[in-house]
Structures are given as C-alpha cells and as structure tokens.
C-alpha cells in the first residue's frame, strides 16, 4: 500500500472550521499520495493527462462540503 499511487480530491479546503479527515489520515497511516484540495480543474487534470505509469491505483474523491451534489460528477471519470 505504500507504494500506490492514490489521487486525493477533497472539497473542504475553502471551509477552513472543518477537517480535512482524509488527508490527515493518509498522512498519519504514511502512505505517499497526490492530494489537489478543491481544485476540480486540477483533478480532472490529473485524472485525464498525469496518472503516473500503470495509472491510478487509487482515487478518493470526498465530495462534500461545497455544492448540493458535489462538483465532481461522474464525468470525471
């Protein structure tokens, strides 16, 4: 698992009471992983053009906080 490559995508960042409970636990459990906050244009970014080689063995997209429905919808995958 500490070799994954794993995507984060989590839409708390602009919500500065709350906590950002999956990057503080990736963090605390060690793994490496590409966290871009809230920026949808990022993930989508690297979702389309920079997976690592072999891709994405994970992606988490914590779409919470922001919009009824999130930003991320299931065009982004």
């Given amino acids: 698992m500490k070799s994954a490559n794993i995507l984060v995508y989590e839409d708390i960042i602009f919500h500065p009471k709350l906590t950002r409970h999956v990057r503080d636990t990736l963090n605390e459990m060690g793994v490496h992983f590409t966290y871009v906050g809230s920026a949808v244009?990022?993930?989508k970014k690297k979702l389309l053009y920079e997976a690592p080689p072999g891709g994405w063995d994970l992606i988490i997209a914590a779409n919470e906080a922001k919009s009824?429905?999130?930003m991320v919808k299931g065009e982004y995958f």
């Fill in 41 to 43: 244009g990022e993930f």
């Fill in 68 to 70: 009824p429905g999130g």
